[in-house]
């Protein structure tokens, strides 16, 4: 079973920065990407940012310029800095990952718990 554990959440005031990081850990050959998704209340889940293990990365539009994802292979953690926090920012984010268990085998995707970030004054 793979598990991806999240860190970095809270509350912070606009124009405030927060860091999340997200481990995945257990049955894992190979990881192809992993991300970020928020989901705020009574809204649907979207993407926020995503990055490959080829460190190719993409932004939803509101975040650009703010948000910045990485990735450190070794550990299979990736990190989602966010600076300017806007109110609209407020959501539970949801790292995810898709990774092999063997070679040339299927790619799976795993979710995280969510951790609840809260932009406001």
């Known amino acids: 079973q793979v598990q991806l554990v999240e860190s970095g959440g809270g509350l912070v005031q606009p124009g405030g920065s927060l860091r999340l990081s997200c481990v995945a850990s257990?049955?894992?050959?190979?990881?192809?990407?992993m991300g970020w998704y928020r989901q705020a209340p009574g809204k649907e889940r979207e993407l926020v940012a995503g990055?490959?293990?080829?460190?190719?990365?993409t932004y939803r539009d509101s975040v650009k310029g703010r948000f910045t994802i990485s990735r450190d292979n070794a550990k299979n953690t990736v990190y989602l800095q966010m600076n300017s926090l806007k109110p609209e920012d407020t959501a539970v984010y949801y790292c995810?990952?898709?990774?092999?268990?063997?070679?040339?085998?299927?790619?799976?995707?795993?979710w995280g718990q969510g951790t609840q970030v809260t932009v406001s004054s």
């Open positions: 257990g049955r894992i050959f190979s990881i192809n990407a």
């Open positions: 990055i490959t293990w080829g460190a190719t990365t």
């Open positions: 995810y990952a898709d990774y092999r268990v063997r070679v040339n085998g299927n790619v799976y995707r795993n």
